[in-house]
């Protein structure tokens, strides 16, 4: 603990910022660069993680965290998400590849502006994509952000809930361990399945067979969005200035507002969210 707490500066970190109500991920950056030199926000990341995993700091809100009196917190945990894009046979290969780097491109930015997190996702040889994100920020919308860009591919995905055993890299398929293997195997129990599918774990084989039995209703609903829903799904998460985004779109307000509801996107939210909440409940359960 004494050296981990000395390779973190936690005496120095807690002077620092011991009168300031709430610290984001570029006062971490800084006050780490100011110390170490260059290092970057992925190793700031895994900082941040194993503060928050010493109860040393907490979330309080996205990208912005507070000092605590020092008690550690269950919810320090990561997720993974592997997510395989459903094609056509007919698909050209070089077009799909390069649209589909065109579009994680754009879900990494939104990632950034909505959450504050440098961490996003990567392709892997193929179709298949991945990312390595805090559990606390929460799921639904980063699902539902990340198929609004996808569109009018469908994927099927797998998603493990853990803690992850090493240093955290860029580049989430560089890294290893049960919390990947995990997104791997359930990933695998769907591939067979057309249309929006899959599954998640955690390890509390209770809480993820209610999860599972949650997640084929969802997968139902989002099977049912149009490709105009998911253009009005993606404004409305970005946070888009409605009068900018029926501008793009070339909609009225009154169009925008029914694709909205027609997609159901706020159930979906209230049903990603009540998975969510059973999965953070889940230690505190057993």
């Known amino acids: ?16 910022f011991r009168n300031q109500k709430m610290i984001s991920v570029d006062d971490f950056l800084a006050f780490y660069e100011e110390l170490l030199g260059s290092i970057g926000k992925n190793t700031v990341s895994s900082y941040i993680y194993q503060l928050k995993k010493q109860g040393i700091i907490r979330n309080v809100s ?25 094609k056509s046979t007919r698909t050209d290969y070089r077009k ?14 939104a990632i950034v502006q909505i959450y504050g997190q440098d ?49 955290l890299k860029e580049n989430s ?12 195997d359930q990933l695998e129990a769907v ?4 249309g929006y599918s899959g599954g998640i774990i955690s390890g509390y084989s209770e809480t993820d067979r209610v999860c599972n039995q ?14 105009k829903q998911w253009e009005a799904i993606r404004y409305e998460l970005l946070g888009v200035e409605l009068e900018e985004t029926l501008e793009h779109i070339g909609i009225s307000k ?23 909440d059973l999965m953070k409940a889940r230690r505190r359960n057993n």
Do not use: C
């Open 96 to 109: 799909f590849n390069r649209l589909l780097q065109e579009k994680i491109e754009k879900i990494n930015e």
């Open 119 to 167: 961490r996003g996702y990567h392709i892997s040889q193929g179709d298949e994509i991945q990312i390595l994100f805090p559990f606390e920020e929460g799921l639904g919308t980063l699902m539902m952000l990340t198929l609004s860009h996808l569109s009018p591919y469908e994927v099927r995905y797998g998603i493990s809930i853990g803690e992850v055993e090493e240093e």
């Open 191 to 194: 591939k067979k399945k057309s």
């Open 214 to 227: 949650l997640l084929p209703l969802v997968n139902s609903a989002i099977d049912r969005i149009t490709e």
């Open 254 to 276: 009154t169009s925008y507002y029914e694709r909205l509801s027609a997609s159901n996107l706020e159930e979906i939210l209230l049903s990603f969210r009540a998975v969510f």
């Open 62 to 86: 996205r990208g912005q965290y507070t000092l605590t009196g020092g008690k550690s917190e269950e919810g320090s945990e990561y997720m993974v998400i592997t997510m395989d894009i459903i």
């Open 1 to 16: 603990m004494g050296s981990t707490e000395s390779r973190l500066h936690v005496e120095e970190l807690k002077e620092k």
């Open 173 to 184: 398929w560089e890294m290893n361990g049960p919390i990947f293997w995990n997104a791997r």
